[in-house]
Structures are given as structure tokens and as C-alpha cells.
């Protein structure tokens, strides 16, 4: 039966398919629906772990007592998972283990768009890229196989447009899981210096072994067309390609790792000129010109920046693009902001008021970053804010400075890889106010459970961990609760939070509201009170705009009752007394 | 038939993916291909959302180049605005008139232009506005806006109208299933 979904489903159906046993990852766009998918196709035991290094851990562990595994996570996620992945590589598998990753180029909801391609040149093991949902999931089969084969694990890359991007699928007969043996073998787990320089040796000969498998498997095929411009492509930019130019040669690589260097240069031979077409870095150009191949086009014409399109391709061979009416400028833009009714609001509508240095994280509340709040001042990776504020608070001691950092990060960012930021404070007597804004959830991905939500992705009853009991195990003496939702308890709390000298941790546990669908009676204005101050405006709160007012006179605030979640920021905002819950609450 | 590109604009919420689905599910079972892509992810929270819906023998891309839409949906008008030019020359847009304002206007940062209309008549003569949230509230409920503005378009698919009522019933929950065709019916009036 065909039907139509999206890559992430794709590899979710595969898996089951497949003979999957052991899935495990971390919730990142654009990886996030694929585990969401396999729990509810229900075929196969999946779980979400608290990050991507233990992801990857728990399925080398599936794999070692031989059920086949897959983990999944974003580009960045890798980097956190890297450490087991770079020792993955020399002690193998024993069933078929793929690491799924699925990059964000152009980064739509990424801090960074780093090429996973060199994570697998880089660990020299396989990765497949699928370029569109068939085949997504026609490499999940594939993958294991591979796996199995050549005793290694695979990575199986996918991009925002084939995560995210729908089409049609038909699905193969289902391979039932086989359960293998669950042997003890010391010299292929165990990496101690002595059976590590064995493998390595071992890993040299497979990438060998897998670069004579590149030159014939069905992964990898040729498309003869008008032999003048012949392009090499892979992932999504092959459906670029083919867009543009329909009729041209191409090599398509759904290996894009290793790559079949005689195939390359019989292909290279029979066209007229060579192009290479790849999202982001110069992965395939670099090595094609590295064998003495000539590259006519290439990362001179197309961008290492951004996605591909069809009209950057043409313009790449020196073709007309597309013509179209230019976009209007001079819009007010749309950017993402806090939902109506989110906690996270409160908080920084205080924290913009103190003007404190923010050390942020990953989650809806980076949004704080945006004007009007512009309340944060860092972001660079998960848990950072913590060892960030840890290591600026250093700094201020030594230079005599007596402002304290703000850390602020979410529950699931927490758990991530905050609590060893938190532990390393408390040890070396750091001193910088932590606010955990715990909501329940792992918002910004969609609100996916976690340690801290009562629920685990199969949605049955799981461990709750306690957020403030962890924090005074880890040797913070200072832990209170936050009500982000009251500004003046929220103001006062921050304020003894940077008084008190040493580490200072403040719990908000206010539910995120869309994930628990969390509605309140809707704020309303009084006209007659409203003085166009605009006080409330700071909360930026896309519920609130001005009315049309009469020549001469000042616009007044009104609340769109549609969108009004009734979280009273503005309420408390304004000092006019003109806003009101419509329930009568103070 | 060459590919029929479709553009559905929007505010994260509205309901944008599944107008999408409706007309992909339709295309698939109209015995075409199709490819359909949105960006998620930072975009649900209130930001501007991009989907695209590509119908034909065989798709390749899914994403759809400016100068190149048949049909531009957008569920704003702000929106309509800021995707205009995605339009191919005679392309057809149909937009919602109810405006909502982005984060930038409720915080005071920008100014929605009151002109948004006259702007768009200007680059699209033949654009045709409705009122998409008064026709679902008529249908019963404010969130069928997307049903609505599916619709609108109806008659320049190229799908039956028929099959695409089957896959409004089909992921309509089961309360949903009337109201959503109302919807559709009120859109297709429009």
C-alpha cells in the first residue's frame, strides 16, 4: 500500500519493518517525530534517554546483546554522542546498529548547521543519505545489513527536507526480529590501548572493504542522460538537481560514505563538464579533487551556506533563474515568540528590568534573546548556561567585579547536561544564580516527556525525578521556588538569589501551557483607564496590540480574547489598573 | 500535466500542516505523485509558516521556487504579502482578511501596515480575499479556518471535489467530520 509521509516516518516504519528491537534518542529538530513514530506505530521497544551520549550508549548495549538498535538525534546531538561513536567505530557490532542524524541546513530551528558527512569520514564507518521518504526507508534495511556485514556501525543522515519533507512510500515485507547471542568478548569491547591499536588496524582494512562495496552497490547510480554536464549529488540536492535538469547525467551517491572513487572517474570521463552538488561543506568535492579528478563546478559556484535550491544549481552552470516579482520588503517580520499563557514570559519580563548578565540555553525560553526582552546575552550549546555563568563569575571575582550571572535553562536542557555544570559550580565554590525553568516538558521540540515529566515515550507511569533534591545533593545549599507568573515574587526572589553570596538555585514548576493545554479566563482592558502607556507591550505578548485611534489621540491597548491564554503579565504590568482578569482574580 | 505548485502561508496554530495534508492526501489519492514540506520546529510559536504542496506525474524537489506557485493560500494577510512573490504571473491567491499581529506589532516594535490590502491588490490585481474565521464560525468552530481556506481553492485543483471531502472525513476526528465540511463548503462559496 503506498502511502504518503515523512522521512522521519519513513525510517520509524522501516525500523519496525526491519527487524528493529532497541531504539533510544533525543528529541531535535528535525529528528525528533522519527522515535515519537516508533512508539506509536508500537512495534518496536523505543525511549527517549536524557541525551544523545546516552542515546547512542544504550543502543551499542541493545547491539551488544544482539538486538538491532537505532538512535536518533540532530547534527548537534552527535557532537555530544561523539565520544562513544568515535570507540563504536573500533570495537564494531554484533546486531546491525544505525545511528540516525538528521542535519538542519539553513537552519531552521538550529544553532549551528554543521555537516554530519564529517562525522563519517571522521570515524570512518558508512553513512547512507536517503533523498526522499522511499528511500529513508528503503536504507533503514539497508543499513542494517551493512552493519551486519562489515561489523560497523552506520550513520543514516537525513536534512530538514527529508525529516520533515512528505511523499510517497511503499512499504516491503516485514522482517521479523532475531535476537542473537549475547557473547563476552573482551578484544572487541574492551578498548584497552592494546586490543584498541588491533582494531584500528581493523578499521583501516574495512574502510577498504566498504570503499570495493561502494564501487557496486545499488546504493550508488548512474543516470545517463545528455552527456555534456554530468553532475555528482547526494540527499535532497539530487531532487534539486533533477528539478533543474532533468536530462542531465548524474552519479547519485546514496552512499555518501565512503565514496567509489572508479566510478567516479568512468563517470568523470564520459561527461563533458563535472559538477558537484552538495549541501554545505565541500565533502565530496575535496576528496573527488583529492584522487586528480577535475571538478568543473563546484563550491566556487555553489554556496557552503544554507540549502540548495533548483534556481541556485542553474545559476551555478550559468543558466537563467526562475524569474519572479521581487519579494516585498519592509514587512514587520513574524519571528516565534513565548505562546500567550507561557511562564517563561514572567520570567523575563524581570530579568529585562534588572538588566543582569543572562547566560542562556536551548529552548523555547532562548527566545528571551528576542527584543523586546532582550534578556539574554549567551547560547552556545546545551547545559552551557550553567558552566558559562560558572566561568564569568570567576572572572568578576578575579577582576573585582560584583555583578552576578543568570543562568537560565529548562528542565530537559537540565538533564541533559546542565547537572554536571551545576555539580562542577557547587564543587568549586562558584557563584551565579541558576533559574530551572521546569515546565514538564521538552517544549521547543514539541513537548516530548523526560526524567522530570511522570511519563516515558511509551506514555506509561515512570520515575520523577526531583529537581530541587538533586540540586542539594549536588552540594547547592540555596534552593527556593519561582512563580514566574507573579513579577513582584519573581523580582523579589531573583534579587535575593543575587544577593546571597555562592551558587543560588531558583525552581520555577509552572506547567508549559501548551503541552498540558493549560487555559485561563481571557485578560480584558478598560478603555477609560488606558493611558497608551504601552507598559504591557514589554510583554510581548502577540495577544496584545493597539486599537485604531482617533486623530490626535493616543492609541489604546486591546486584547484579542482568541488568543489570550489569561496569564495576567500585562495585568501586572500595567500601572493604570486598567487590565483585569475577566474571572475576577487579582 | 507539469507539476502544480501550491503555497499555503500562515501563523504558526492555524492549522497550515493540515491543509497540507488534505491536499496531499487528495493528490496521492488522485493516483498522482506528491511532495509536501513545511518548516517546523522554531516556527510554532506564533512565527510565519511556509508549506508547500507539489502535485504531478513525478515530483522531485519539494520545495517550491518563487515565480513559480499556481496557487499562493495564505491564512493571513500580512503573510499573503510576505510570500507574494512565490506567485507565478497569473497565479491565483486567496487569502483570510482577519489579520493577527506579529510579536514585532504586539510589542510595539513595528507597525502593522494598514494598507495590506491595497498592496496586495497591487502586485496580485486578481487576489481574492474572504473572511475565513466568521465562515467557520459559522461551520461551528473558530479552527477550521483551514478547512476554509482548502476550500477556497477547490476549483482550481486539479482534484475532484469529491475526493477531497473523502480526506476531510478521513482525518477529521470524529466530532470534526461536519463541521470541517461545512467549512469546506463555506470556503468553496466564498
Request: glycine share 10%.
Given at each position: ?324 516579482m521581487?519579494p516585498i520588503t519592509a514587512l514587520p517580520?513574524r ?210 496590540g493597539?486599537?485604531a ?38 | ?8 502561508a500562515g501563523v ?36 510565519s ?23 499562493l493560500i495564505s491564512f493571513e494577510p500580512l503573510e499573503a504579502l510576505r510570500y507574494i512573490h512565490?506567485l507565478?504571473?497569473?497565479g491565483m491567491l486567496v487569502y483570510n482578511m482577519v489579520t493577527i499581529n506579529p510579536?514585532?506589532v504586539?510589542?510595539?516594535?513595528a507597525i502593522y501596515p494598514a494598507d495590506v490590502e491595497e498592496q496586495i491588490a497591487k502586485a496580485c490585481p486578481d487576489a481574492h480575499g474572504i473572511d475565513a474565521l466568521s465562515i ?9 479556518v483551514?478547512?476554509v481556506m482548502?476550500?477556497a ?37 466564498a
Amino acid at each position: 500500500m503506498k502511502k504518503i509521509i515523512s522521512g522521519n516516518e519513513a525510517i520509524a516504519l522501516s525500523f519496525g519493518d526491519s527487524g528493529g528491537v532497541f531504539g533510544s534518542g533525543y528529541p531535535g529538530t528535525p529528528s525528533t517525530e522519527t522515535l515519537e513514530e516508533v512508539a506509536r506505530l508500537g512495534v518496536v521497544y523505543c525511549e527517549w534517554a536524557p541525551n544523545e551520549k546516552v542515546a547512542l550508549e544504550s543502543a551499542i548495549g541493545a547491539s551488544i546483546a544482539g538486538g538491532r538498535a537505532l538512535a536518533t538525534m540532530k547534527h548537534v546531538g552527535v557532537n555530544v554522542a561523539a565520544d562513544a561513536l568515535l570507540t563504536l567505530n573500533h570495537t564494531g557490532v554484533n546486531a546491525g546498529l544505525i545511528l540516525m542524524v538528521a542535519d538542519d541546513p539553513g537552519m531552521h530551528s538550529s544553532q549551528n548547521e554543521q555537516d554530519s558527512r564529517n562525522y563519517a569520514k571522521f570515524a570512518k564507518i558508512p553513512m547512507l543519505d536517503p533523498s526522499n521518504s522511499q528511500e529513508a526507508y528503503d536504507y533503514v534495511r539497508d543499513g542494517f545489513e551493512i552493519s551486519e556485514q562489515f561489523d560497523t556501525p552506520v550513520m543514516l543522515r537525513t536534512t530538514t527536507r527529508i525529516s520533515h519533507a512528505k511523499g510517497v512510500v511503499e512499504q516491503k515485507e516485514k522482517i521479523e526480529p532475531k535476537i542473537g547471542p549475547w557473547v563476552k568478548d573482551v578484544p572487541k569491547y574492551v578498548m584497552l590501548p592494546n586490543y584498541g591499536k588491533i582494531k584500528h588496524v581493523e578499521i583501516e582494512a574495512r574502510l577498504l572493504k566498504l570503499q570495493e562495496f561502494a564501487e557496486n552497490t545499488h546504493l550508488n547510480r548512474l543516470e545517463m542522460g545528455d552527456m555534456s554536464l554530468g553532475i555528482i549529488t547526494s540527499g535532497v540536492a539530487y531532487q534539486h538537481v533533477k528539478e533543474a535538469y532533468p536530462n542531465a547525467s548524474i552519479l547519485k551517491l546514496g552512499l555518501a560514505h565512503p565514496l567509489p572513487e572508479n566510478k567516479i572517474r568512468e563517470f568523470a570521463g564520459l561527461v563533458g563538464r563535472l559538477m558537484i552538488v552538495e549541501e554545505l561543506d565541500a565533502i565530496f568535492e575535496e576528496q573527488i579533487r583529492a584522487m586528480g579528478i577535475r571538478v568543473d563546478i563546484g563550491k566556487d559556484k555553489i554556496p557552503l551556506c544554507g540549502e540548495v535550491n533548483a534556481d541556485i544549481i542553474r545559476a551555478a552552470v550559468g543558466d537563467a533563474p526562475v524569474e519572479s516579482m521581487a519579494p516585498i520588503t519592509a514587512l514587520p517580520q513574524r519571528p516565534p515568540i513565548f505562546c500567550p499563557g507561557c511562564a517563561h514570559r514572567g520570567l523575563f519580563s524581570i530579568l529585562s528590568k534588572l538588566k543582569v548578565f543572562v547566560s542562556g540555553d536551548i529552548g523555547c525560553y532562548t527566545l528571551g534573546a528576542l527584543p523586546p526582552m532582550s534578556a539574554m546575552h549567551s547560547t552556545i550549546c546545551m547545559g552551557a548556561s550553567i558552566s558559562a555563568a560558572h566561568g564569568m563569575a570567576k572572572v568578576n571575582e578575579i577582576a573585582g567585579r560584583t555583578d552576578k550571572p543568570v543562568a537560565v535553562i529548562g528542565d530537559s536542557t537540565f538533564f541533559h547536561s546542565g547537572i554536571t555544570g551545576l555539580l562542577s559550580m557547587a564543587y568549586n565554590k562558584g557563584n551565579a544564580l541558576v533559574i530551572i525553568m521546569d515546565n514538564r516538558t521538552t517544549g521547543m521540540t514539541g513537548g516530548q516527556e523526560n526524567p522530570g515529566s511522570g511519563l516515558d515515550l511509551l506514555g506509561e507511569t515512570a520515575r520523577q525525578v526531583d529537581i530541587a533534591a538533586l540540586v542539594k545533593v549536588l552540594g547547592i545549599d540555596n534552593v527556593a521556588e519561582l512563580n514566574a507568573y507573579n513579577l513582584a515574587e519573581t523580582e523579589a526572589a531573583i534579587k535575593k538569589g543575587l544577593e546571597t553570596p555562592g551558587p543560588y538555585v531558583l525552581v520555577d514548576k509552572n506547567p508549559c501551557i501548551l503541552r498540558y493545554r493549560i487555559k485561563q479566563p481571557v485578560i480584558a482592558v478598560d478603555p477609560e483607564k488606558c493611558s497608551g502607556c504601552r507598559a504591557c507591550l514589554k510583554a510581548a505578548c502577540v495577544a496584545l496590540g493597539l486599537d485604531a485611534a482617533a486623530a490626535g489621540e493616543k492609541p489604546k491597548v486591546q486584547v484579542d480574547p482568541n488568543i489570550c491564554n489569561g496569564c495576567g503579565v500585562c495585568v501586572q504590568l500595567c500601572k493604570f489598573d486598567a487590565m483585569s482578569a475577566t474571572d475576577g482574580r487579582q | 500535466m507539469g507539476i502544480f505548485n501550491i503555497v499555503i502561508a500562515g501563523v504558526g496554530g492555524q492549522g497550515v500542516l493540515l491543509a497540507s495534508k488534505v491536499l496531499a492526501e487528495s493528490a496521492l489519492a488522485s493516483g498522482m505523485d506528491v511532495k509536501q514540506n513545511e518548516v517546523h520546529g522554531m516556527a510554532q510559536r506564533g512565527g510565519s509558516v511556509i508549506s508547500f504542496v507539489r502535485i504531478g506525474e513525478e515530483v522531485f524537489s519539494p520545495v517550491v521556487i518563487p515565480g513559480t506557485a499556481d496557487i499562493l493560500i495564505s491564512f493571513e494577510p500580512l503573510e499573503a504579502l510576505r510570500y507574494i512573490h512565490y506567485l507565478k504571473p497569473g497565479g491565483m491567491l486567496v487569502y483570510n482578511m482577519v489579520t493577527i499581529n506579529p510579536s514585532t506589532v504586539a510589542s510595539g516594535l513595528a507597525i502593522y501596515p494598514a494598507d495590506v490590502e491595497e498592496q496586495i491588490a497591487k502586485a496580485c490585481p486578481d487576489a481574492h480575499g474572504i473572511d475565513a474565521l466568521s465562515i467557520a464560525r459559522e461551520a461551528g468552530n473558530a479552527k477550521a479556518v483551514n478547512m476554509v481556506m482548502v476550500g477556497a481553492v477547490m476549483k482550481k485543483l486539479p482534484i475532484n471535489a469529491e475526493v477531497v471531502e473523502g480526506v476531510v472525513r478521513a482525518v477529521s476526528k470524529d466530532k470534526g467530520v461536519d463541521v470541517n465540511l461545512r467549512a469546506l463548503k463555506g470556503g468553496t462559496a466564498a
